[in-house]
Structure formats: structure tokens, C-alpha cells
């Protein structure tokens, strides 16, 4: 039976009275803590750029210059591939599932579905790969829009404004950026949630989807009864009035048709994208909101733990978890080497200094040990 030899708890000094400069610091560090979710003003205007700029906007044009093309096509090859994908693509990937012996109407559906979801979602699948690079990379581009900030404002920060990046640079590199599979994930994620809340259930829930008769002949749901339904009352209804829009400056039927089109399509892949771009970013943030979760449990953990003061004196707390490691070393035992490297791991992390390589976030579960 081995026995532990008790680590004596460090004493830890009194909070010395803040010089004007520490004053300054302390008083920046809790004011920011109450501000934007977002440390910095680089990082701010990096998530605009990536999940506003480029997935929605970008999406948006990328996604609409697409459908064009599917249901036009074009005198370029890819317009003309487009074109094929959407029209005669589908029906071979149909038939392909038809020999596998799938029943025929069965196969018709879920060809055309799938294809449909492939092209029409294409744009904001390519995005997906300068999402990751840019979040790979997101420490870099983030402290080079800060540095451009200044230089364009012709302003330089202070002493407690550098602190406060330092700690945000510092969160940044610890900071695991999505993986390709949380990134595809959100983007499966995402066409889901347009199928439900876009198609599905407007048209489940839509009081004119009783009232439509089931196994019309053929041509009569065109020519004799509204099939309608759901949001396509609304997007269908923005294409007629674009119509009749675009009727005070031509009559040329093949025009009028377009702009019929275009009306409708542009309001329904706006309402799409803004779906799926939304979730994407959701569903990021939310993993990295819980990384974060992850790091101030730990942090609260060593705070109980070691009896550290507030914050603000932090050259207190790290003269105080600097002792622990210390005597952890001299100690050798697994329980006291294990202590320490948490004492490293807490000062580190308030000075800001990125060592996430070599002491690793403790895990919720691991954490729950010691609560």
C-alpha cells in the first residue's frame, strides 16, 4: 500500500495594491469581458467575412448563377454540364437505381431528390474547403486584420488593449478549428433542415393540401388546379408579380417567362441559403462555444482547487501555481506530476501564452472527477 505524500499548500500572498498601470489593465480585462462574444475587432469582421460575406452572399450569387444554368443552360462547358446534370443526369441516375431493382417510382424519386439537392446545394458545397483553410488559419488572417485596422486608423493600441488581444490570440490558438466531418455535418445538416422547413412541412401543414384532389389525369393539375402549396404561395407569388413587373417594359413572351422565373427562383434560393448558411454557423460556433465551456471549467476547477484570488492579480495566481508545479517536480509521484501540470496549465493560460500542444484541455468527463 503505497501511501501520497500530501503536496503542502502553497501560501498565497495578499492582493497588493494595483499601480495606476495594473489599475488600468484590471479595469479593461473585467470591462471586456462584458463586451462582444468576439475578442477582437479582427475576429469580428473575420466572421462576418466567412459566414456572412462568403456563406451567404457568395453562396447566394454562386447558388443563383448555378440554377441559371440547370434550367437554361449555357455556351460553356460547364453551364452545358450543369444543364446535363439536371435534366438528363438525373434521369440516368434514376434509371441506375431502377436495375437495382428499386421499384420504379421509388427510384424516380430518389434520383431526381438526390440530384437536385447535389446541384442546387453545389456552391455551398465548394465552400466548404475555404471555410476550413480560413479556420485553419483563422490566428494569422485575424491578427492581420487587427494590424490593418490600426494602420488604416493610423492608431496605435494601448497597453490594456494589447493584453486583451494577447488573451484573445492565446484563445485563438487553443482554439480547434471545425473538421471536415463537423463541416460536412453542417452542411448535411443544413439541406435537412430546408427539406423540413421549406418544402415538407409548408405543405403539410398548408389548409389547400386536403382540398386538391389525389390521382389527377394528366395535364390537369396545370391547366385546371393550383398545386400550390406552402411557401411555393409565396415564392410563386413574387415570380407573378415580377412578371407583371417586367410587362410594363416588354411583351416578348419568352422575357416575361424569365423574369417570372427569376422572381421566384431568387426569393426561394435566398430563403434556402439563409438556412443552410445559417446552420452551418450555428453549428460551428456551438462546437466552438463548447470548447470554451471546456477551458472555463477548467479554469473555475483550478481556482477552487488551489485557492486563487481574483483574476485581476494574476501575478499573484502565477506565483502561486508556479510553486505547486515546482513542488509536483520535486515530489515525482503520478498524483503530484498530474496537479502540477494542471498548475502550468492554469498560468499559462492567464498569461496568454499558447502551450495547447503540450497540456491539453482536460475533457468534461475528466473534469467531472474532481467535482
Known amino acids: 500500500m503505497t501511501t501520497e505524500t500530501a503536496l503542502p499548500k502553497p501560501q498565497i500572498a495578499p492582493a497588493a495594491a494595483l499601480t495606476s498601470d495594473e489599475a488600468k489593465v484590471s479595469s479593461s480585462l473585467a470591462s471586456n469581458s462584458k463586451q462582444s462574444k468576439y475578442e477582437t475587432p479582427g475576429e469580428k469582421i473575420f466572421e462576418d467575412l466567412v459566414y456572412n460575406k462568403m456563406n451567404f452572399w457568395v453562396n447566394l450569387a454562386g447558388s443563383l448563377a448555378f440554377t441559371e444554368s440547370a434550367e437554361y443552360g449555357g455556351k460553356n462547358p460547364i453551364s452545358k454540364g450543369i444543364y446535363w446534370l439536371a435534366?438528363?443526369?438525373?434521369?440516368?441516375?434514376?434509371?441506375?437505381?431502377?436495375?437495382?431493382?428499386?421499384?420504379?417510382?421509388?427510384?424516380?424519386?430518389?434520383?431526381?431528390?438526390?440530384?437536385?439537392?447535389?446541384?442546387?446545394?453545389?456552391?455551398?458545397?465548394?465552400?466548404?474547403?475555404?471555410?476550413?483553410?480560413?479556420?485553419?488559419?483563422?490566428?494569422?488572417?485575424?491578427?492581420?486584420?487587427?494590424?490593418?485596422?490600426?494602420?488604416?486608423?493610423?492608431?496605435?493600441?494601448?497597453?490594456?488593449?494589447?493584453?486583451?488581444?494577447?488573451?484573445?490570440?492565446?484563445?485563438?490558438?487553443?482554439?480547434?478549428?471545425?473538421?471536415?466531418?463537423?463541416?460536412?455535418?453542417?452542411?448535411?445538416?443544413?439541406?435537412?433542415?430546408?427539406?423540413?422547413?421549406?418544402?415538407?412541412?409548408?405543405?403539410?401543414?398548408?389548409?389547400?393540401?386536403?382540398?386538391?384532389?389525389?390521382?389527377?389525369?394528366?395535364?390537369?393539375?396545370?391547366?385546371?388546379?393550383?398545386?400550390?402549396?406552402?411557401?411555393?404561395?409565396?415564392?410563386?407569388?413574387?415570380?407573378?408579380?415580377?412578371?407583371?413587373?417586367?410587362?410594363?417594359?416588354?411583351?416578348?413572351?419568352?422575357?416575361?417567362?424569365?423574369?417570372?422565373?427569376?422572381?421566384?427562383?431568387?426569393?426561394l434560393e435566398t430563403l434556402c441559403t439563409r438556412i443552410t448558411s445559417g446552420v452551418l454557423h450555428g453549428l460551428v460556433a456551438l462546437g466552438k462555444r463548447h470548447k470554451e465551456k471546456q477551458i472555463e471549467a477548467h479554469e473555475e476547477y483550478c481556482a477552487k482547487k488551489y485557492g486563487t484570488q481574483d483574476s485581476a492579480n494574476t501575478g499573484t495566481m502565477e506565483n502561486n501555481h508556479a510553486a505547486i508545479a515546482q513542488q509536483a517536480m520535486a515530489n515525482q509521484s503520478p498524483e503530484s506530476l498530474a496537479t502540477g501540470a494542471d498548475a502550468v496549465h492554469a498560468s499559462l493560460a492567464q498569461r496568454g501564452t499558447n502551450f495547447a500542444e503540450k497540456y491539453a484541455v482536460p475533457s468534461e468527463a475528466e473534469l467531472s472527477n474532481y467535482r
Open 87 to 267: 435534366h438528363e443526369g438525373k434521369e440516368q441516375f434514376a434509371k441506375g437505381l431502377e436495375k437495382l431493382s428499386l421499384n420504379p417510382t421509388t427510384a424516380e424519386k430518389v434520383g431526381h431528390g438526390a440530384v437536385n439537392i447535389l446541384a442546387l446545394g453545389m456552391v455551398g458545397h465548394l465552400l466548404v474547403f475555404p471555410i476550413k483553410y480560413l479556420e485553419n488559419n483563422k490566428l494569422k488572417y485575424v491578427q492581420k486584420l487587427d494590424n490593418w485596422l490600426d494602420d488604416h486608423h493610423n492608431r496605435k493600441p494601448d497597453e490594456a488593449e494589447t493584453t486583451r488581444r494577447n488573451e484573445a490570440y492565446a484563445r485563438l490558438a487553443e482554439e480547434k478549428p471545425p473538421s471536415w466531418g463537423q463541416l460536412w455535418l453542417a452542411r448535411v445538416a443544413g439541406q435537412g433542415v430546408n427539406i423540413i422547413l421549406v418544402d415538407a412541412l409548408p405543405k403539410m401543414l398548408d389548409p389547400r393540401n386536403k382540398k386538391i384532389p389525389k390521382n389527377l389525369p394528366e395535364g390537369a393539375a396545370a391547366a385546371d388546379v393550383d398545386m400550390r402549396l406552402g411557401q411555393e404561395r409565396i415564392t410563386y407569388w413574387i415570380g407573378d408579380q415580377t412578371k407583371a413587373l417586367a410587362g410594363r417594359f416588354t411583351q416578348d413572351t419568352a422575357k416575361l417567362d424569365k423574369a417570372q422565373w427569376w422572381g421566384y427562383i431568387v426569393s
